[in-house]
């Protein structure tokens, strides 16, 4: 192999690592979060104990909300498969989570137009041309 070929693999192999570790840690973050979220929302955990709550548990898709009628009862149900929990709420429940999400939403967005560059963050208001006259 040449020489000079061999560092440059080197350093593609590192970044592809550093890659990788930060987007499983950016979905572990977004797990727990959603975790956090439901709970404050009202969801409690079950643990599936009886054959239709495992047959039900093994159908579900992992962390992801989802929505299960069971006879003729609604559901909105997440998975967590780490933990072999799922976290079970109803309407209610999955309305508050809806809107502490847009919450958090909204929070994150005040906070990252708080940290632009105050330069910049005080001519977003004039992205698309002066809005008056300037003396």
Known sequence: MNSKKQ????????AAAAAVSFFTSCAEMESNNTKS?????????????????????????ADKVQRVTVKSRTAY??????????????EAEYQRYKNL?????IA???????????????????????RGMWW
């Open 7 to 14: 560092p440059i693999i080197v350093v593609i192999i590192v």
């Open 37 to 61: 979220l439901l709970s404050a929302a009202g969801f409690h955990t079950l643990t599936p104990q009886t054959a239709q709550q495992k047959e039900i548990y093994a159908a579900l898709a």
């Open 77 to 90: 149900v997440f998975k967590d498969e780490k933990a072999g929990v799922a976290y079970v709420g109803h």
């Open 101 to 105: 999400c847009i919450q958090q939403q």
């Open 108 to 130: 994150q967005d005040y906070y990252m137009a708080t940290a632009m560059d105050p330069y910049w963050s005080h001519r977003w208001s004039g992205a698309w041309g002066y």
